[in-house]
């Protein structure tokens, strides 16, 4: 279901920054700090990729193509958690969704073009 509130895609140049986030309702997730999450991407006729995880105890993984790229974070206290991207690269340009136990984000588009 859709529960998480997800924001911070747009337009970016090659070689740009973006931050997105993705905030847990305090009336849904009584404790924040329990699940894991992350986000998952996907581009228009390709297969949904992991992007990046976080489990309760901030432990982190990231799939190969951004590794190095991108960092995700959590603050278990506001129950948001982050994903930095820097270095974008234009094989990067996709719908973003968070995730956190079995609850989505909306999606955020996030295009990466000179």
């Known amino acids: 279901q859709v529960h998480l509130v997800e924001s911070g895609g747009g337009l970016v140049e090659p070689g740009g920054s973006l931050r997105l986030s993705c905030a847990a309702p305090?009336?849904?997730?009584?404790?924040?700090?329990?699940?894991?999450g992350g986000w998952y991407r996907q581009a228009p006729g390709k297969e949904r990729e992991l992007v990046a995880s976080?489990?309760?105890?901030?432990?982190?993984e990231y799939g190969d193509s951004v590794k190095g790229r991108f960092t995700i974070t959590r603050n278990n206290s506001r129950k948001i958690m982050y994903l930095q991207m820097n270095s974008l690269k234009a094989e990067d340009t996709a719908v973003y969704y968070c995730?956190?136990?079995?609850?989505w984000g909306q999606g955020t588009q996030v295009t990466v073009s000179s």
């Open positions: 305090r009336t849904i997730f009584s404790v924040f700090s329990v699940y894991d």
């Open positions: 995730y956190l136990s079995t609850s």
């Open positions: 976080i489990s309760s105890n901030k432990i982190t």
